[in-house]
């Protein structure tokens, strides 16, 4: 009974195993939310997808020495890289020296596209030093070993970022064993001839280089530098060069191993280790970083963020893909547009945009707010401009000014006009109007022809003359801005 119910727990197991494997999303990407713009052009976060699925992979790069600076450019897709750097080992005619170079290591922070420019130094085989920074020697002495960096943003020793120093320079004399000293390290090891107390020269440090032997002891100029090792010259017996480093290692005379270079690590780095005296022969450095393939993320609909959008509902959709899996999503851009037209009737203005909010304006006044004026129409007062401001949908908008010039204009009573005398004989006839108002007149003969006319005039009764006008029908058209008619005259 109980292997059954084993055997049914791993068969529930297996089975939800292979759901939320299934159900994983891989890639990934999420849209933002819905935008409503009232300005057509629109801009947005544009999506990215992600894929956390996919596993990393590590590449190695190993470089060795060529004499000659090497470059790596950093790939897509890599943020950190681990490197390894080992500094050259010095010179040595004698098989059991021990002037071994120094080790660093450290995690890069980089970005894609980042060179970094790659020194491996060299372990010499005579008086000449090492490539990188180390000394020469000097009769039947050794040269220091070169040190071995990394630098960014530039090729000079302030872009080292990363130093392992190399040994100094090493041999024997008489059947005494001179010992070059160790490549560091934050420090260098010392050189010295068979035992410490016969000292030769000093290593270097994080800030300085020390002196070696030439003739008289603790002598300055076979000293190295910032990058350098010391090269001793004229100081009597063999002499051995210093190691290249951080700062290098002296050089020394008097049949005395050179001092050994510092290494450095660029305090921001992460992931530390340091060691010296490791490393046998040319020095190297190997390059460690993980890859990881970035999905690809791709708009399938609407239009790209900065574009000018239609009036209305536009959805986007994006898609991202790692090439065997793809994931989407959307949203929609809806641009408000707002009807900002204007119609008049009379005196009165209407917006033609409904169901929404409004505010006329004077024009005149500086497009002052007129008070209580908040409806969909406004009726004039006053002649003037007049403009209103229509929101909705959270847009607002403001009409072009409008003129009138009609308001108190009187419309005019035709039933109560009369016209005498009518036919006339001698051309002269009265139009009495029952009241003054503002009116204008023109007068056509029968084909066409415009024989008289007259605006804006202001009377009760007005007095026209056809006398030098031909026998036959005229037409009177009387108007205003209000109203109209027209009227047969007949001249006899």
Sequence with gaps: ???????????????????????????????????????????????????????????????????????????????????????????????????????????????????????????????????????????AGQGGGGASDIRIGGTTYNDRILVAGGGGGAGYWSS???????????????????????????????????????????????AGGFGFGGSPSGCGC?????????????????CRGGGGGSGYILPTLQNISIDSGIQVGHGQVILTYGTTPAPTTSQIAGLPSGNSFPVGVTTNVFLVSNGTQSDTCSFTVTVVSIDTSVTRNLSTFTSSENGATYQWLNCDSNNMAITGATNQSYTATTNGSYAV?????????????????????????????????????????????????????????????????KTNIIENKIMIDLSNESKGVYLLKLYNIKSSSVFRVTRL
């Design 1 to 139: 009974m109980k292997k059954q119910l084993l055997k049914l727990f791993l068969i529930i197991l297996s089975a939800l195993s292979f759901n939320l494997n299934t159900n994983a999303q891989c890639p990934n990407i999420i849209c933002p939310g819905n935008i409503t713009s009232c300005d057509a052009i629109v801009s947005y976060a544009t999506p990215v997808g992600t894929d956390t699925c996919q596993s990393t992979s590590f590449q190695t790069d190993t470089f060795n020495f060529t004499g000659n600076i090497q470059k790596f450019v950093v790939p897509s897709g890599v943020d950190t890289i681990t490197a390894s750097v080992w500094g050259a080992q010095g010179g040595a005619n004698w098989v059991n020296n021990t002037n071994y170079g120094g080790f660093v290591k450290a995690d890069i922070p980089v970005n894609a596209g980042d060179t970094l420019y790659i020194y491996v130094g060299e372990q010499p085989n005579g008086i000449t030093g090492g490539w990188n920074g180390g000394g020469n020697g000097e009769s």
């Design 238 to 254: 063999e002499g051995y060069g210093g190691g290249g480093g951080w700062y290098g290692g002296a050089g020394s005379g008097n």
């Design 176 to 222: 005494q064993h001179v010992v070059g000293g160790y490549g560091g390290g934050y420090n260098g090891g010392y050189g010295y001839r068979q035992t410490p107390s016969t000292f030769g020269g000093d290593p270097g440090t994080q800030t300085s280089s020390g002196n070696g032997t030439c003739v008289n002891f603790n002598v300055p100029s076979v």
């Design 389 to 453: 401001v229509v929101c909705k949908n959270g847009c607002t908008d403001t009409s072009a000014c409008q003129m009138i010039n009609n308001v108190g204009i009187q419309t005019i009573d035709f039933g109560n006009i009369t016209i005498y005398p009518n036919p006339t004989t001698n051309g002269l006839f009265t139009v009495d109007l029952g009241k003054s108002v503002q009116i204008n007149y023109t007068i056509t003969s029968l084909d066409g022809r415009i024989v008289a006319q």
